[in-house]
């Protein structure tokens, strides 16, 4: 391999085969080297305080070969160079607590260097312990061994005297929701356990972060390796998260642990995020008939919405379609899971109700009946304008279920489905010689 080649020049190759009787004829090659440029400004750097440690991450730039990493105190003037790394991230070490430390970042190849990044400033501050950030709520394996009350927040409420005890052998946890708008830069933990006699219990315990509270890909900072912690004293161990989190947890993982914690606690740095809302109107009523829809909803960040259905047997959401299954009710829900600039959008729920067939929502013309809404919702007037007597109204759900049967006297009767889940219901009118079937779609 020649490597010694320069950008936006052109080179000549001869190529010989070689045997035992002697060189065959050349074959020539000719090769024209791309030309190169300055590489662009790195995208996305973020900084992430950590006490005495700043955290910076950025994109990886086409046709940067390193990165330039400057570091400037106070009012961003006098920038200084820190490090030159090939990598899209850097730890910045020996920092300052209570000082502000302005960063900026650029790439670089044989070409020269590119321009900086934006500037991104972070305070360098003092660890706080999680479960005392005014956003912090505790979460957790409910339940506690025999019903005695030593649940998962004992482990979490600053007592070294109380501690979670679960009925759950193996796998019982104990974390923080820090909220949708707050991460953490996590740099240390802590634990104690229950007695001297349950400190075995901890090994292979670990400490863990996640993006979503299921924990489906937790980061684990640290695993109990040791099982001689002395008892009625918590033990530190510092860590780096190297980046925020809003979900953390203990995980009792060893087998038979059952928790047998005091004290699990976690120390960092807090991350505040720009809120964002969704848009998503309501979803007009629905027949099977129509098979399929799309939505259409919107996050005030700009980032993609993500639906899911509560009931995939009614409705099954592929990415932005819904494709209706069976008659009947459920919740189509909107979310947005965030980034590193933006927190957790509320999630918006919208009834879906899928009608069996097009029933018509009001009595055919021509017949001796009325179906009115009434101003509350959940409520009808029923008028029968004719001479019979004999008169009915039964209100049925979707599974031919009766929900309201009423002998209509005086020609008329209110009709209430407030008690009611939400849905499509048919409401079956009969004078004794003729029968009307209409629908009534509960809100």
């Given at each position: 391999m020649d490597e010694k080649l320069e950008a936006e020049t052109g080179y000549v190759y001869d190529v010989r085969p070689v045997g035992m009787s002697?060189?065959?004829?050349?074959?020539?090659?000719?090769?024209?080297?791309?030309?190169?440029?300055?590489?662009?400004?790195?995208?996305?750097?973020?900084?992430?305080?950590?006490?005495?440690?700043?955290?910076?991450?950025?994109?990886?730039?086409?046709?940067?070969?390193?990165?330039?990493?400057?570091?400037?105190?106070?009012?961003?003037?006098?920038?200084?160079?820190?490090?030159?790394?090939?990598?899209?991230?850097?730890?910045?070490?020996?920092?300052?607590?209570?000082?502000?430390?302005?960063?900026?970042?650029?790439?670089?190849?044989?070409?020269?260097?590119?321009?900086?990044?934006?500037?991104?400033?972070?305070?360098?501050?003092?660890?706080?312990?999680?479960?005392?950030?005014?956003?912090?709520?505790?979460?957790?394996?409910?339940?506690?061994?025999?019903?005695?009350?030593?649940?998962?927040?004992?482990?979490?409420?600053?007592?070294?005297?109380?501690?979670?005890?679960?009925?759950?052998?193996?796998?019982?946890?104990?974390?923080?929701?820090?909220?949708?708008?707050?991460?953490?830069?996590?740099?240390?933990?802590?634990?104690?356990?229950?007695?001297?006699?349950?400190?075995?219990?901890?090994?292979?315990?670990c400490f863990q972060l996640s993006e979503d509270a299921d924990f489906t890909s937790p980061v684990t900072l640290y695993t109990i390796d040791v099982t001689d912690t002395e008892s009625g004293t918590i033990t530190y161990r510092d860590v780096d998260a190297r980046k925020p989190y809003r979900y953390v947890r203990y995980l009792s993982a060893g087998e038979g642990s059952s928790g047998n914690i005091a004290e699990a606690e976690f120390w960092g740095f807090p991350v505040e995020l720009a809120g964002q809302e969704i848009e998503f109107a309501e979803i007009p009523v629905k027949t099977l008939d129509?098979?399929?829809?799309?939505?259409?909803?919107?996050?005030s960040s700009g980032l993609p919405v993500v639906f899911s259905s509560s009931d995939a047997d009614v409705a099954q959401v592929v990415g932005e379609k819904v494709y209706l299954k069976a008659s009947g009710t459920c919740e189509i829900h909107a979310d947005q899971p965030g980034n590193d600039e933006y927190g957790t959008a509320e999630r918006v729920s919208r009834t879906l109700v899928v009608s069996p067939s097009a029933i018509s929502d009001a009595v055919s013309a021509g017949t001796l009946w009325e179906v009115r809404p009434l101003r509350n919702a959940g409520y009808w007037r029923v008028v029968y304008h004719g001479q019979a007597k004999e008169l009915r109204a039964t209100v049925f759900d979707l599974r031919g279920i009766p929900v309201a049967d009423v002998h209509i006297e005086k020609g008329s009767v209110d009709l209430s489905l407030a008690a009611q889940p939400r849905g499509v219901y048919l409401l079956k009118l009969t004078d004794g010689r003729s029968l009307v079937v209409n629908k009534l779609v509960n809100y």
């Open positions: 002697g060189e065959g004829e050349a074959a020539t090659v000719s090769v024209e080297t791309p030309v190169m440029a300055v590489p662009a400004s790195p995208s996305g750097l973020k900084v992430w305080p950590g006490g005495e440690k700043a955290f910076l991450s950025w994109a990886e730039t086409d046709e940067a070969s390193a990165y330039v990493v400057y570091r400037a105190e106070g009012n961003g003037t006098g920038f200084e160079r820190v490090s030159e790394t090939e990598d899209t991230e850097y730890v910045d070490v020996g920092l300052q607590v209570g000082n502000t430390y302005i960063y900026k970042v650029s790439a670089k190849n044989t070409v020269g260097e590119g321009e900086c990044t934006r500037e991104v400033s972070c305070l360098s501050g003092e660890a706080s312990e999680l479960r005392l950030w005014e956003t912090a709520s505790i979460i957790g394996t409910p339940g506690s061994w025999n019903g005695e009350g030593n649940t998962c927040d004992k482990a979490m409420d600053g007592d070294i005297g109380t501690f979670f005890d679960s009925d759950v052998s193996t796998g019982a946890w104990v974390g923080l929701d820090l909220g949708r708008n707050t991460r953490a830069m996590v740099s240390r933990i802590g634990y104690a356990p229950r007695n001297s006699t349950y400190a075995k219990r901890l090994k292979d315990g129509e098979r399929s829809f799309d939505l259409q909803a919107s996050a």
